[in-house]
């Protein structure tokens, strides 16, 4: 069979013996056919545990509108528009609207980015693009610093626009995200995510550890609304849902499970697996996503083909520097168990994946940035994929099994209790 992955903005063509196929992992076909725009607008018109968002919102009020950067597929103005129109509608004017970027532990945007991010509402409002000033509202339970940007926490009204897909220790991205790690301190982004070492953290998981001490946090800074979408593999809106932030972002997880949740009964050999292209698999940081949820159905001694661009390369100096110091993979592990440095929590969390199975990775990257990884480089998906074959035909004397997943961050094996 000849099936194809996205890697960057192109796409790459490969051959799969049809004997070896379990599946090409999608998502469930949609039973709704709106539009993006009429997926929003509903979710705006019919809010889960909150007024209208033209009832909340008083025209003195300064609002703060909350996004996502470049790393992000959310296709930010399609959200705006219909939000703009509410604002406008209960008498805000422009003037009193400011935009911000939720770049957590990322860098600033530049104005290419910014442009593409805001569309046609870019250059028509001011736009917070990181800053160094921070209000601090005290701590969670967990002793999580809650230090929010100044210009976000002296804002009055604060709305979060995002996509939910799984989050390998969040359990989900989206909801309260936007406040943690998205407006916040790289010190209290290390703390929340230090709680990734809990067993309670992994993927699928609405009570993850992470995401309730990320919703702490935002309680104490106050997040007056949240719009979210879940989005199918091509990146268009197929669902909404907005309103109270948890309320909202639970009932937008349920569809991410309904239309992502892929039940798979069979182990594989070998998982094709690619984040679904630009801009998700920009950086080996990134790409990491879709690695996480290729663990689950990658046989013990397996191989996973991770396919994505990294035309950023690395994506962090820490997760780099963490790399290129260790001897294995264990050695990883072991310094994050020693103490949790932000960045190098990618490392180890791949680290970990390693240990499970071979990496082969298909990438622009140079051969030995992804040697330091641990991975072994190739340009072509289809010589990858033939020498994974061979290797498995070597080492087992029978035909392997093949899962190919082109939405690898997107789509979750849900794993039968049969699976061999």
């Known amino acids: ?19 070896e196929l379990i599946e090409v992992m999608h998502a469930r076909e949609l039973t709704s056919s709106v539009s993006e725009q009429e997926a929003v607008t509903s979710a705006l018109a019919h809010p889960i545990g909150t007024p209208r968002l033209d009832q ?31 604002l406008h509608a209960a008498g805000v004017a422009d003037s009193h609207i400011t935009f911000a970027v939720a770049l957590g532990s990322h860098r600033p945007q530049t104005e290419e980015e910014l442009k593409t991010i805001f569309g046609p509402y870019y250059g028509h409002y001011s736009i917070v693009n990181g800053g160094d000033e921070f209000i601090s509202f005290g701590h969670t339970k967990h002793g999580t610093p809650i230090d929010i940007l100044t210009p976000i926490a002296e804002s009055t009204f604060r709305i979060a626009l995002g996509n939910v897909e799984y989050h390998y220790f969040a359990g989900y991205s989206g909801g309260a995200k936007a406040i ?19 067993d309670a953290a992994h993927a699928g998981n609405m009570e993850s550890p992470v995401r309730l001490d990320v919703e702490e ?21 197929v669902f909404a849902a907005a309103g109270e932030v948890v309320k909202a972002h639970r009932v937008a997880c349920k569809k991410l499970d309904e239309l992502f949740g892929c039940p798979l009964s069979e182990q594989a050999d070998i998982v094709v ?27 013990n001694g397996g191989i996973i083909i991770l396919v994505g661009s990294c035309q950023d390369g690395l994506g962090n100096p820490t997760f780099e ?11 990883v592990i072991d310094r ?10 990618k490392a180890a969390a791949i680290a970990r994946v390693e240990q499970k199975a071979s990496v082969y990775l298909v990438s622009d990257l140079p051969d030995e940035a992804a040697l330091d990884c641990f991975m072994t480089p190739y340009h072509s998906l289809q010589k990858a994929l033939d020498a994974a074959r061979g290797s ?23 794993m039968q209790l049969n699976a061999q």
Request: charged share 20%.
């Open 1 to 19: 069979m000849q099936t194809s992955v996205k890697i960057g903005q192109r796409e790459e063509r490969f051959e799969v013996p049809d004997d």
């Open 56 to 86: 909340l919102v008083h025209p003195s009020d300064q609002v703060m509108i909350i996004t996502s950067d470049c790393t992000r597929p959310l296709p930010t103005p399609v959200l705006l528009g219909p939000v703009l129109d509410e």
């Open 273 to 299: 697996d690619s984040q679904g292209g630009a801009p998700k698999d920009l950086n080996l940081y990134q790409l990491q996503k879709a690695l996480e949820n290729a663990k689950y159905p990658v046989r």
């Open 336 to 345: 994050l168990n020693k103490k949790f440095v932000l960045g190098g929590h």
């Open 392 to 414: 498995v035909k070597s080492a087992t004397h029978r035909t392997p099994r093949i899962l190919v997943m082109p939405a690898g961050g997107s789509t979750l094996p849900l």
């Open 180 to 198: 943690m790690p998205g407006v916040s301190t790289s010190a209290a982004i290390e703390k929340n995510h230090s709680l990734m070492l809990d």
């Open 217 to 237: 946090a935002c309680r104490a800074v106050g997040l007056n609304f949240i719009v979210n979408a879940v989005l199918d593999e091509d990146h268009h809106v």
């Open 321 to 331: 520097q963490w790399m290129h110091e260790a001897k294995a993979p264990q050695d």
